[in-house]
């Protein structure tokens, strides 16, 4: 595939039709527009509860980024899905997980990379390095994907200062960290893994699918991926209460990410994980798309919320 249809794809990938609300195939929708913020730009977000919920009961919470990327293929630009509802319809019915509601958190399409890139992941970069990497362009019209510098710390302040408590406070939640967790794709990965490790006392676990380690969109001369996995090994919480996923397919944008992955994955055995709380897959001739994640999306459910 040419190189420059994937980048153009993995940043169109995540803008959905703005003025469009997700309908689910199972369970129910309820969709906050425009859900204000001091952190960051307000956004879309849309609170799934499948059928049955109930205020007698209490139910973890799974939040997820590019959140019009999950429900519904009529509101995506490539008209796919994650099929998030019906994969936790599926597998609540089957009482294979714990009860469950899903937070799609909307990207706001033109900060999305620096709202997902991994904000002091900068400090293991030198100056020149950094101002490379700000003022790294992709594509015929040379955009800067990181123009103004990374916002990942407000944008998780957003999630956890702001959202979370409106969540716990509307809906009938289990509020503490065993129940509460975080999951995305690409840059969506990126910013899961981060989300754990700058608040591992808030989120028990992440589901990384095709981890955008590159943060770029070149591998050769790019330190990124060597200042992600720094701050990985300086920061990974520990093991006896955290639970991490992560995959990859081998085609595509993906095809970039096993040599990335494999350095993560030594990480992750020197810091005391295993098979209990730690999972990497790779998906030989997937691409990097939301038909792929949601072939496979059950797994990292299952690694995480399964009882």
Request: charged share 20%.
């Amino acid at each position: 595939m040419n190189k420059s249809f994937i980048i153009l794809a993995a940043l169109v990938m995540t803008t959905g039709l703005f003025g469009q609300e997700a309908k689910p195939s199972s369970g129910k929708i309820d969709h906050f527009k425009n859900f204000p913020s001091k952190f960051v730009d307000a956004r879309n977000v849309d609170v799934w509860l499948p059928d049955g919920y109930s205020i007698k009961k209490k139910y973890a919470v799974l939040y997820m980024h590019d959140g019009q990327m999950l429900f519904d293929s009529a509101i995506n630009w490539n008209q796919q899905e994650w099929g998030v509802d019906e994969t936790m319809a599926r597998l609540l019915k089957k009482k294979k997980i714990k009860n469950c509601i899903v937070v799609g958190v909307w990207n706001n399409g033109k900060n999305r990379h620096i709202e997902y890139f991994p904000q002091k992941a900068l400090n293991y970069l030198s100056e020149s390095e950094k101002t490379d990497l700000l003022n790294y362009t992709v594509g015929e019209e040379k955009q800067r994907i990181l123009a103004g510098g990374p916002i990942s710390d407000n944008y998780l302040k957003f999630l956890v200062q702001e959202l979370k408590p409106f969540i716990d406070s509307t809906y009938s939640t289990f509020t503490n960290q065993e129940n509460t967790f975080v999951a995305g794709s690409s840059m969506g990965g990126l910013i899961s893994v981060y989300a754990v490790c700058e608040y591992p006392n808030i989120f028990a676990g992440a589901a990384c699918l095709s981890t955008h380690w590159p943060g770029t969109f070149k591998t050769e001369n790019n330190p990124v991926p060597t200042a992600f996995l720094s701050y990985l090994s300086d920061h990974l919480p520990a093991p006896s209460n955290h639970k991490f996923y992560f995959d990859y397919g081998t085609e595509t944008l993906d095809s970039l990410y096993k040599p990335f992955q494999l350095q993560a994955d030594e990480i992750m055995k020197c810091k005391g994980y295993n098979a209990k709380n730690w999972l990497t897959k790779e998906f030989p001739g997937e691409n990097h798309s939301e038909k792929a994640w949601r072939k496979r999306f059950e797994i990292p459910v299952l690694f995480l919320l399964g009882k």
